[in-house]
């Protein structure tokens, strides 16, 4: 089976995390993917090993691509041109949606108009981004899926496996926290900047990295701010990290007794979060769908209340100073992947009904979950 997966952008997110993992576990099946984007935000990296990438905003191109490989199926991820290039290109194979994006406005123009294209099915990646999407479509099925993390790559490494050479480099006698994320609104940094001052005004042992933003439209807002207030000492920033290196990264923070802090105002899922876990490392999040959906409070990690300040640097230091709680935390994330979120479970959910849609593609009707 041969299916291409269309999205705008190529970033180093969640979708294209998932949609990695996905590939290289499809390919064991027989299953191959191949990936279309327009615009390329520093992503390319994580994807081109593992599956042909196609990169251009030429329609001509873009027709020519789906009209000469024969695909089995397609899969749209958030691209509302897309239908317009499937139209155009005369496609009559089955059409997936997959609708990600978590905010009701920037997903309606993505599910507004779908052209004389008849999607087969919507995916989700949690059951908040199946009520989000129930809101702007009618009659068309919504099926659930989980991002899956591979486990034999995100998995608490041993001392000997660490790079501990490698930036970032762990600190003498600190705790670390860890921000991971674009550099923009939703991902809320400002929130981040206000937990930083908290702590900073409270205690010296913790230190905080932020992982990513190197192609945020924010970058230069946040990084006036990092040094308006003083936080270049308290909060580390390394706006590139290679995707391969993030298990390192994982291990360092669990190593210092510390954890992974998110101060996201929305999602439709969240593969920091299982990444985290899948580590070891405890995650402290808003107590919001669907974080709530995947980190599960005082057992993988702890949530705090809305977007309060105070309640999550309270959070942070249940977690820095009870060396049980953390290990507690520690071994029940790494079970909690490895049972509801290891690639070859929810794959294969996918892989099934990949081959059932191509099945019955002409005649039946594929049920609502």
């Known amino acids: 089976m041969k299916v291409l997966i269309i999205w705008r952008l190529l970033t180093v997110g969640g979708v294209n995390a998932g949609w990695r993992n996905r590939s290289i576990y499809f390919k064991k099946f027989g299953i191959h993917t191949e990936f279309l984007y327009t615009t390329d935000h520093g992503g390319l990296h994580i994807m081109e090993d593992i599956a042909p990438v196609y990169l251009t905003k030429d329609e001509n191109e873009i027709i020519g691509i789906i009209k000469n490989n024969a695909y089995d199926a397609i899969i749209v991820v958030d ?66 899926i989980y991002n899956g993390v591979d486990t034999t790559f995100f998995h608490p490494l041993a001392t000997d496996e660490i790079s501990y050479d490698v930036q970032p480099i762990l600190p003498t006698n600190k705790k670390v926290v860890c921000w991971i994320g674009r550099v923009d609104k939703r991902k809320n940094w400002p929130m981040l900047v206000e937990i ?42 390394f706006p590139v990290i290679p995707y391969q290196q993030m298990p390192h990264v994982y291990a360092k923070v669990l190593q210092s007794g510390g954890c992974t802090i998110a101060t ?22 808003s107590n919001i769908m669907p974080i709530s959906e995947i980190v599960l409070q005082g057992e993988t990690g702890m949530l705090f209340r809305g977007h309060d300040v105070q309640d999550a640097v309270k959070m942070i230091y249940q977690i820095v100073d009870n060396q049980k709680l953390h290990q507690k ?41």
């Open 79 to 144: 691209t509302g041109a897309a239908y317009k290039w499937l139209q155009k290109a005369k496609y009559k194979g089955p059409v997936i949606v997959e609708a990600r994006t978590p905010e009701l406005i920037k997903l309606q123009p993505h599910l507004k108009k779908f052209r004389s294209v008849e999607p087969v099915s919507i995916v989700v990646p949690s059951n908040y981004q199946k009520r989000l999407v129930s809101i702007l479509t009618d009659n068309i099925p919504i099926k659930v």
């Open 196 to 237: 930083a001052k908290r702590i900073k005004s409270e205690r010296s042992d913790i230190e905080i990295w932020l992982i990513g933003g190197a192609q945020s439209v924010q970058r230069e807002d946040f990084a006036l701010t990092w040094k308006d207030e003083g936080l270049t000492d308290m909060i580390k920033w």
């Open 264 to 285: 996201t105002k929305v999602e439709s899922f969240g593969n920091t979060f299982i990444e985290s876990m899948a580590c070891g490392v405890p995650v402290v999040a």
């Open 329 to 369: 935390l520690s071994e029940n994330a790494v079970k909690h992947v490895e049972q509801n979120f290891a690639i070859q479970k929810v794959a294969d959910i996918y892989r099934e009904y990949l081959l059932k849609i191509g099945e019955i593609n002409n005649s039946d009707v594929i049920q609502n979950d």
